[in-house]
């Protein structure tokens, strides 16, 4: 029997969870129609839940997280793929309930495996992942509605997250004045240095007032972490703003009046990179290939081996991350 490596969490006697490097055989991945030998994955806030026994994020121990994967096809019961073809997986049920990345091997459904498009290498396509796939959703549901450069200003919260801080850099290489909003100090010269024309804190944009409305500042916005910070930026939009939103690291409540939306035209959409249409992420994987990849992509990663993690779950759990950690498998 074939064996591999992978980061498994197993929860103890007293409720608590473990996080080890064991051997696992391929055999007891579960029944999937593409085995795929993993090359390089990437650390996401649900992979650190995940990984210390969230229940909203993965039901049943033990489990193998990670709910990225980039790598190569070992063997296929699909006519879509043939041993060496270099393929990606994001989202779905991957990392959740399915083994995921953390492993050199996954087994899935060929419905959520996307060949690596021409441009993108298994690294590159990591070091975007979920959250850069979801920036990527965000970005074009804007575009999608008529926001241009010409418009004015989109702010971008979370700004040093994953999800921030893939939205920064696309649309800087896009030709957008971003402005980005982080609770950092450290974080500043991180994110001018990838493309923000502005950094602003987070209680800039946090107004404690009951005035429906604020000076309209902003053509666009990409939230990440919703309640008051959202609302805020929802009363600062210009008319007929546009909103996309993603995230609720702030909150999942939304205090706010319909006022934004009736008397200044604001539009606002929720995006889901989990269980999105999968021709849409085709089209948006080929952008991200080609004109929509930052040059200076490079320069956000660290990169680690399986043996690294535990260290990084801690910091992206109590808000520490910055940029994007990849997995190197």
């Known amino acids: 029997m ?20 064991i051997e696992r055989k391929i055999e007891d ?3 999937g129609e593409v085995l795929i030998k993993v090359q390089y994955s990437s650390l996401n806030y649900k992979d650190a839940l995940s990984s210390t026994g969230n229940r909203g994020v993965t039901r049943n121990y033990p489990h193998m997280p990670g709910i990225d994967a980039a790598g190569v096809v070992e063997d296929s019961h699909s006519a879509d793929f043939r041993q060496g073809d270099k393929v990606l997986v994001t989202g779905f049920d991957l990392g959740m309930n399915t083994s995921g990345g953390f492993g050199q091997y996954i087994s899935v459904p060929a419905k959520w495996v996307i ?23 965000c970005i074009d549901k804007l575009l999608q509605n008529g926001l241009t450069p010409e418009k004015g200003k989109i702010i971008v919260t979370g700004a040093t997250g994953g999800v921030g801080t893939m939205a920064v850099m696309i649309l800087a290489k896009l030709g957008f004045h971003v ?18 024309k502005e950094v602003i ?7 404690k007032s009951i005035r429906p409305l ?5 053509a666009g916005c990409i939230d990440t972490v919703g309640g008051n910070i ?5 009363k600062s939009m210009q008319y007929n703003g546009l909103v996309a939103i993603c995230g609720l690291v702030n909150s999942p409540q939304l205090p706010t009046t319909v006022f934004p939306f009736i008397l200044r035209g604001v539009s606002m959409f929720g995006i889901d990179s989990s269980e999105c249409d999968i021709e849409w992420r085709k089209k948006l994987w080929k952008k991200l290939a080609k004109n929509w990849k930052p040059s200076n992509i490079q320069s956000i990663i660290k990169t680690v081996t399986l043996k690294g993690l535990p260290k990084e779950i801690k910091e992206i759990l109590k808000g520490g ?9």
């Open 2 to 21: 074939s064996t591999f490596q992978a980061f498994y969490i197993t929860e103890n006697d007293d409720k608590t969870f473990s996080q080890n490097i």
């Open 214 to 218: 604020l000076k309209g500042i902003y």
């Open 201 to 207: 804190s987070r209680e800039e944009v946090d107004d």
């Open 179 to 196: 402005v980005g909003v982080t609770g950092k100090p450290e974080g500043r010269g991180f994110l001018l240095k990838i493309g923000a």
């Open 115 to 137: 060949k690596l498009p021409k441009g993108l290498k298994a690294k590159e396509s990591m070091i975007f992942g979920t959250a850069g796939l979801t920036a990527a959703l």
């Open 321 to 329: 991350q910055i940029g994007r950690v990849i997995v190197r498998l």
């Open 230 to 234: 959202l609302a805020t930026i929802l």
């Open 29 to 31: 991945l579960p029944a």
